[in-house]
Antibody, heavy 119, light 112 residues
Framework: EVKLVESGGGLVQPGRSLKLSCAAS????????MGWVRQAPGKGLEWIGE????????NYTPSLKDKFTISRDNAQNTLYLQMSKLGSEDTAIYYC????????????WGQGVMVTVSS | DVVLTQTPPTLSATIGQSVSISCRSS???????????LNWLLQRPGQPPQLLIY???RLESGVPNRFSGSGSGTDFTLKISGVEAEDLGVYYC?????????FGGGTKLELK
């Protein structure tokens, strides 16, 4: 069974940094692109970016490229999202997801982790 | 960025009714490799999104066949043939033909 479990969320002060993790299991992690999507409270979905199998290609939505860094550790089957210079606009649920490959779709999603940016 | 416009924003239906959701793109979603990367997701209340349909019309494994997708270029449609209670939630179209991926604004399916 494919499982994606996010962790590392919580309350963080404006201007600070936070690193999220996504532990993957039930599939061959190093065979798949992986990505992050976020959802502000009561709002729609926003694609943050994704990373390929060997971390040689990482794509970001332009507005977040200078603030967020996606990485992965294939030995640990873990995906990461390093977030810096956080502001209230970054308050959201953050989901990690597996890119199914030829489908061009995120076919498995984690339950999400809440990040609240507030003083 | 590609803008996806979903209509209607809210849809009220009775159990058993058939409904359709439209997703229109600001530019063609036909990729140079011949594929059209337009997908549909359902997000039930309090849950993460789940993939329903990919590549316009292909049903994800385990998704009931009352769901169907169609369209090409810039106009796409999700149809539910006989709404069931478990179908309630917010539907999103999403494109991955052009970077960055973008989502439609969502269509909330409610019980009438």
């Amino acid at each position: 069974e494919v499982k994606l479990v996010e962790s590392g969320g919580g309350l963080v002060q404006p201007g600070r940094s936070l690193k999220l993790s996504c532990a993957a299991s039930g599939f061959s992690f190093n065979d798949y692109w992986m990505g992050w999507v976020r959802q502000a409270p009561g709002k729609g979905l926003e694609w943050i970016g994704e990373i390929n199998q060997d971390s040689s290609t990482i794509n970001y939505t332009p507005s977040l490229k200078d603030k967020f860094t996606i990485s992965r550790d294939n030995a640990q089957n873990t995906l990461y999202l390093q977030m810096s210079k956080l502001g209230s606009e970054d308050t959201a649920i953050y989901y990690c997801a597996r890119d199914g490959g030829y489908s061009g779709a995120f076919d498995y999603w984690g339950q999400g982790v809440m990040v609240t940016v507030s003083s | 960025d590609v803008v996806l416009t979903q209509t209607p924003p809210t849809l009220s239906a009775t159990i058993g009714q058939s409904v359709s959701i439209s997703c229109r793109s600001s530019q063609s979603l036909l990729h140079s490799n011949g594929n059209t990367y337009l997908n549909w997701l359902l997000q039930r209340p309090g849950q993460p999104p789940q993939l329903l349909i990919y590549l316009v019309s292909r049903l994800e494994s385990g998704v009931p066949n009352r769901f169907s997708g169609s369209g090409s270029g810039t106009d796409f449609t999700l149809k539910i043939s006989g709404v069931e209670a478990e179908d309630l939630g917010v539907y999103y179209c999403v494109q991955s033909t052009h970077a960055p991926w973008t989502f439609g604004g969502g269509t909330k399916l409610e019980l009438k």
